[in-house]
């Protein structure tokens, strides 16, 4: 039973260019949460969607970051215009339901930008 | 949620039980008290959850006090493969799981 896949693990950026990280939930699971770590600090939530539609974004910067959760396919988080404060690990998370349920995490995805 | 206060490091020995100790004096009647650990460069790890009974599950058991002011979770036989940051996380809402500092857990052989 395949866990929480992210792809890339590892992604290198330009001040300026675009980041798209993508998230696959586990199986049978409808509930994405994105969560940013910067260095040396805890994880903070960022945004929670369920298939089309965002739930809660109410830790998403307001500019420049953007996030889906399409039919079919992955979830996406993308962030447009990258600056250096962007780097971070950002994991995602998966849940069969909202509620009381545990999330169950990808490996993560560590942005640096250049 | 409740603000949690947990100490910021403690070492155990391998084989030893690890008894984890979290305040939450602040917790609400309908918040569950989640915990979840984070090995090295990995993403976190659900444990436990429980909101007023103590619970055992196969990773580990957490005790909750009768005011629920606070809560200890324990690893029965640690490994070192236990070493980690463990977090205490008062949960209404569980998808805004707040992460604070946790505790960094070492287990030495």
């Known amino acids: 039973n395949a866990g929480v896949m992210q792809n890339p693990r590892h992604l290198v950026r330009r001040r300026g260019q675009e980041a798209r990280l993508r998230c696959s939930p586990m199986?049978?699971?409808?509930?994405v949460y994105w969560y940013r770590q910067l260095p040396e600090e805890g994880l903070k939530f960022m945004v929670y969607?369920?298939?089309?539609?965002?739930?809660?974004e109410s830790g998403m910067p307001k500019e420049r970051f953007s996030a889906e959760f399409p039919k079919e396919g992955p979830s996406i988080l993308r962030i447009q215009q990258v600056v250096r404060g962007d780097s971070a690990a950002y994991f995602c998370?998966?849940?069969?339901?909202?509620?009381?349920?545990?999330?169950?995490f990808g490996p993560g995805t560590r942005l640096t930008v250049l | 949620d409740a603000k949690t206060t947990q100490p910021p490091s403690m070492d155990c020995a391998e084989g030893r039980a690890a008894n984890l100790p979290c305040n939450h004096s602040?917790?609400?009647?309908?918040?569950?008290v989640y915990w979840y650990r984070q090995i090295h460069s990995q993403g976190p790890q659900y444990i436990i959850h429980?909101?007023?009974n103590n619970e055992t599950n196969e990773m580990a058991s957490l005790i909750i006090t009768e005011d629920r002011k606070s809560s200890t979770l324990i690893l029965p036989h640690a490994t070192l493969r236990d070493t980690a940051v463990y977090y205490c996380?008062?949960?209404?809402?569980?998808?805004?799981?707040?992460f604070g500092a946790g505790t960094t857990v070492t287990v030495r052989a």
């Open positions: 998370a998966s849940s069969n339901r909202g509620g009381y349920n545990e999330q169950f």
């Open positions: 199986k049978g699971h409808s509930h």
């Open positions: 969607l369920q298939k089309e539609n965002i739930i809660d």
């Open positions: 602040t917790i609400s009647g309908n918040e569950y």
């Open positions: 429980g909101l007023k």
């Open positions: 996380i008062p949960v209404t809402n569980d998808y805004k799981l707040s």
